[in-house]
């Protein structure tokens, strides 16, 4: 039969990651060189944290992976997510599958050219799942879109609600994403803003997906993701369908009638005494 699962991750943002104080100049790819952060990278490139987790809990929730990424300077589309934020990316694909996921890129910028792929792996991001009928990307929430300027080395395409999508200046808190790549669901994710996970003020955020077509049964259906912040911690809950059988439990046996006891035989009387003469 089937049950559901409930999860959670936290994790708090590392303050020693660089923050551009400068965007116009330190996150414009197209100064060449780069101005280059504290840590050696360059203020547009993203930083990658990932962690394999159980088993059984990849079973239960069909993910194989997750990887909280920082983008100082966000990244495409511009004026939409181009501030600093994170990508909570739970990814259903391996590592080394991500490891294939390379692509000829735009030039002086971190995303994959849409009309130049040269190889079999590059063209893959642009091989979208579609359901029959809707016409829409498979797997996905009504409405999502995935752009074709939006395909990311090592990621996959990213695909979100366009008609919703808020500007560089309104976004405040997070939003829904799902990540594809040859025709498959590779990743979803809250994308996280950071003014959301900083600051003194605790922050809560939640939505019930439902997905068109949904052929991964593990989709979370309940997303919640939360920021305390006496303890600087940011929380994300997610629930949905198992991937994992439930047995049902068994129903406790019947005690066994017991056998009446055996009725004791009759014992004969004494025979009489004669009387004494």
């Keep these: 039969t089937d049950c559901t699962y409930s999860t959670q991750f936290t ?39 990932y962690q394999e987790i159980p088993k059984k809990m990849q079973e239960a929730i069909g993910v194989n ?74 797997n996905m929430p009504l409405d999502y879109e995935v752009g074709l300027g939006d395909m990311v080395p090592l990621m996959g395409g990213h695909a979100w609600n366009v008609g919703a999508q808020p500007t560089t200046t309104t976004w405040t808190k997070p939003i829904w994403v799902m990540g594809s790549y040859d025709s498959k669901l590779a990743s979803y994710e809250p994308m996280i803003p950071l003014q959301f996970m900083t600051g003194d003020t605790d922050q809560e ?32 809950h997610l629930e949905g369908k198992s991937g994992k059988s439930c047995k049902s439990p068994k129903e406790p046996k019947s005690p066994k009638a017991t056998k009446a006891p055996k009725a004791t035989k009759a014992t004969k009387a004494p025979k009489a005494t004669k009387a004494p003469k």
């Design 11 to 49: 994790f708090t943002h590392d303050e020693s990651m660089p923050v551009p104080d400068d965007p116009a100049v330190q996150c414009d790819p197209a100064n060449q060189p780069p101005d280059v952060a504290a840590d050696g990278l360059p203020y547009y490139a993203f930083r990658w944290f």
């Design 65 to 138: 992976h997750i990887s909280f990424d920082f983008n100082p300077c966000g990244h495409p589309p511009l004026g939409v997510f181009t501030k600093p934020h994170y990508d909570a990316h739970m990814y259903l694909v391996d590592i080394d599958t991500r490891l294939c996921m390379t692509c000829d890129l735009v030039p002086n910028a971190p995303v994959c050219n849409p009309t130049g792929q040269t190889t079999v792996n590059g063209k893959k991001f642009f091989n979208v799942g579609t359901n029959i009928i809707e016409d829409s990307p498979a």
């Design 205 to 236: 955020w939640s939505v019930d997906n439902t997905y068109v077509g949904q052929t991964v049964k593990t989709l979370p259906t309940k997303v919640r993701v939360s920021y305390e912040a006496s303890t600087k911690i940011t929380t994300i």
